[in-house]
Every structure is written in C-alpha cells, then in structure tokens.
C-alpha cells in the first residue's frame, strides 16, 4: 500500500533571487496594510482611505513631523547598526536597550556637570566619547564572561538591560529637577548647553549625517576589512574559525565592544540630539525594535535603512490617527504590532517554500 503523499509540504530554500526577495517584503507589507485597516475600521468606523491619509499626515505632514520622523528612523538605523556585527557572529545581542539607557546616562552627566565650563564643541566631543565608552564597557561585560565561561549571552545581555534602568533610576534621584518630581526634566534648557548644534538651519542634520556615516562605515567593516571576515567566518562556525588560525575569544569580545559603543553612542543622538533628558524610558523599545530590523535585512546596513525608514513612518502616522480618532494610547501599538507580524513572518517565505502535491494520472 502507498503512502500517500502530504498535500503540502515545507522545503527549505537553496537560494531565492533578490527580486523574489524585495517581492515578497512588499506583498507582506501590502498585506499588513490591508489588515490594519480593516482593524482600523472596526475600531472607528471611518474610511480606510481616510484613516491612512491621517497615517501620512501623521508622518510627514509637516515640515516638523517629516524631521521627527527623520530622526526618530535615524535613532532605529544606528541602533541595528550596532546590533549587526553582534548578530552576524551569533552572539545574540539583546541587550541594546541598556546599552543605550547607559550611553545616555552618560551624555546626561556631561551635559549636567560639564555645562557651564567646557566650550561647546569639546562639551559635545567629550558627550561622544563618553556614550561610546559607556555603551562599550556595557557590551564587554557580557562578551567577557561568554568567551572565557561561555555564558549564555541572551540572558545575559537582558538581564543587563534591568541593571541599566535602575543604574539610571538612581541618577534620577541625584538629578530631578524640579526637586520632588523624580524626573530629570529637561537639561540646560536655558543654556542649551550640550544639545546638538543646528546645521542647515535643522537641529537634527547632524544626527543625520552620523547615522549616515556609521552605516556607511559598517557596510565597509562588513564587507572589505580583515575583522569582518573574521566575524562572518565566527559566525558560520566556531571551530572553523580556530582551525583558520582565527582567536574566537579576541573576535567576541571585539565584536561586542564595537556593537555595544554604537548602542551608546544612539543613548547620545537621543540625549543630546532630541529629547534633552535621561528616563529610564529613554530608549523606548528601539533596542528590541531594532533586532528585527537587522535581522530583516540580513545584516545589509543599506537594507536597514528602508525598513527602519517603514516601521517609523507607521509608527508616528499611528500615534496621529490614535489622536485624530480618539483612540486610546494602545491603538498605535496594536497597528505597530500587525505591521512587524507580516514582516516577521514574510522570513519564513524567504527561508522556506511550499510545495503543494501534484495529482497524478491514472494509466488506463
């Protein structure tokens, strides 16, 4: 007797061309799209049209929101930027969040204590070396205690996140202002002291042109440098990489403290180039938000620049019409959370294929 044969089954892919790649991202953003607005249109029963002409509104409606979202998709850029090489050698870096809480914290110290006496160009070079020694030491910690006890660095490195919000939750404490308020308030509001310079006539164009420039630079590292060899070649095999001669341990811990000096240096552009204060909310959920987008990508920084550009754009045209329609402050999150849904899943299409059973003839 036969057995008969699945109707469909799941095979792994050899290879998939890029435009079958770049088609299957835009049929599960199309589709995440259509399901937001039939969710949307439950909620307020208003025309879908309309819902998203308050999304775009939301977005890019004005000259200040189109900047807003420039900077807010410059912030998620620098941080999968940092998250890239961690990932592409395996070592599951989940721990951005606190890499960032503590490259800010840093900014935050410099801009309280360092405000009224160092110049503002050495105030503003001293806010960057400090959030990238910060976010640094934060990423070597967990790198330490995996190459030499291996460690899992998943748990590790999220655990480390929670030690960072109470690091900076004690801060708070020591820089409230007004006193009472358990909030740092706004720093140097007065004097500006610390905050980025406007270029251009835009106080964001610098965050800009850093981002810019790092991803930039880490397509380089990536693609042409020696150490980025030695982190693809980690990242396919551990034990391949010893019999090449390759020190895994020096390469982890490397790797980490480049990845985590980025993170910190993100806890600047937010601290110095836009929100001016340190919270424990600070980094806001990028630091995971950011996983997806360089996983998405597959490490390409140029990718990352479109998706982070996408889920940005979503994200603040959300909040308009959470406002617009007077939908609670959860709405935005619900439609954020059907986009990354399709987007995650439109991974497995790339991976993998369906094959569906062919009927057979029957041979008189």
Known sequence: MNKKEPFVRMTKRAHISRSKTVAIYLISAVLSLIVCALVIVALTHQNPIEVYAGIIDGAIGTDRRLWITIRETMVLLLIAVGLTPAFQMRFWNIGAEGQVLMGGMATAALMIYCGDTLPAWLLLIAMFAASILAGMIWGLIPAYFKSKYNTNETLFTLMMNYVAMQI???????????????????????????WFPEIGGNAYTLNVIIVLAMTVGMFIYQRYSKQGYEIAVVGESQNTARYAGINVKRVIIRTMAISGAICGL?????????????????????????????????????????ISAFLVFMQQGAVQIATQFGLNENASDIITGIILFFLIGSTFFINYKLEFRKKSKEVA
Do not use: C, Q
Not at 169 to 194: C, D, H, L, M, Q
């Open 168 to 194: 900076v939750t004690f801060a708070i404490v020591y820089w409230e202002n007004p006193a009472g308020s358990n909030t740092v308030g706004i720093i140097n509001r007065a004097t500006k002291a610390g």
């Open 266 to 306: 993100a806890g600047a552009l937010i601290v110095g180039g836009a929100s001016h204060t340190i919270s424990t909310s600070t980094a806001d959920g990028r630091g995971f938000t950011a996983i997806i987008v360089a996983w998405m990508a597959k490490f390409n920084p140029f990718v990352m620049i479109i």
